[in-house]
């Protein structure tokens, strides 16, 4: 789902740093040239706004198009036409130039770097954050409302936690009993992964618990009590939730055989529990691609 929040954060990190590259330019060719500050600075700035223009662009491709990349994601976004032939040819000169600066080894002529630089500001400066807005906005359009307002970013980070733990949790079950109970770090990981787990699952408890302005004294229950949770999940997380501080006690002493039962059913808890709130939060007619 988009986050508006980090798109807003870096479009205005990216105007900051174009805004000071403009200031510069505006100048003119003769004083950019003779001043030998001037194009160390602004070759900073566009490097600057270039990694913010970047990011925003690794956030659009993966709503747009499910690709997931952290950098390098200008080209394949422009190619997805959602930005109109100015502002996309604009972007690919900015990576154009931001790759030729490093293949130069920072040696770009200054002549060459006003012109080019000129050309993406001329483009860019003025007309990216518009355009940008008025795709958010149809994107935003397009995504399931949720039944629960909760931050879905921050949930799905924690669900991501929990899942992650259970899968881990699965390796060290895939082993034979004897082979787990001889092994040490196989029980250090199973107790830590559980923890992490647990933590997770408070978290979004009483997130949701906060969304909704509902107060319990026990979450899970409150969760139950409130539609979320069934009554069987909310139990069978309370007991996990119960043994949370003797598996974070490495002082504390839990048998081996225990501790692989408990972590054979903590598997299918936490499966549970996300699913039971991904339909909570989102419902249960939607495909999931947005769930936790």
Not at 250 to 258: F, G, N, S, V, Y
Request: with cysteine; glycine share 4%; proline share 4%.
């Amino acid at each position: 789902m988009l986050d508006t929040q980090f798109l807003n954060e870096k479009a205005t990190k990216l105007r900051s740093a174009l805004k000071k590259v403009k200031q510069i330019i505006d100048r003119g060719p003769d004083e950019f040239i003779n001043t030998p500050m001037y194009p160390d600075r602004v070759q900073y700035y566009m490097i600057m706004a270039y990694d913010e223009l970047d990011q925003i662009a690794c956030h659009l491709l993966k709503e747009i198009s499910g690709i997931r990349k952290k950098e390098n994601c200008i080209t394949e976004l422009t190619s997805q036409g959602i930005f109109s032939g100015k502002i996309s040819r604009a972007m690919t000169d900015f990576q154009n130039f931001r790759d030729d600066i490093f293949k130069t080894g920072f040696s770009y002529s200054p002549q060459q770097m006003y012109v080019s630089v000129k050309n993406i500001l001329d483009n860019l400066y003025d007309n990216f954050i518009p355009e940008l807005a008025s795709i958010v906005k149809e994107i935003k359009s397009k995504e399931p409302e949720l039944k629960i307002p909760v931050n879905l970013k921050k949930v799905n980070e924690q669900a991501k936690a929990v899942k992650s733990s259970i899968k881990k949790i699965k390796i060290f079950l895939d082993y034979p009993f004897e082979e787990f109970r001889n092994n040490p770090m196989f029980i250090d990981r199973t107790r830590y992964f559980l923890v992490v787990a647990v933590d997770s699952s408070l978290w979004i408890c009483r997130h949701i618990l906060r969304k909704i302005k509902s107060k319990h004294k026990n979450c899970f229950d409150g969760l139950s009590k409130e539609g979320i949770l069934s009554e069987e999940t909310a139990d069978r997380l309370n007991y996990l939730l119960s043994l949370r501080d003797d598996l974070a006690n490495p002082e504390k002493e839990i048998e081996a055989e225990r501790l692989f039962e408990i972590a054979k059913e903590s598997v299918e808890v936490f499966s549970n529990y996300i699913k039971q709130i991904s339909a909570a939060i989102v419902g249960k007619s939607e495909s999931g691609k947005n769930r936790p």
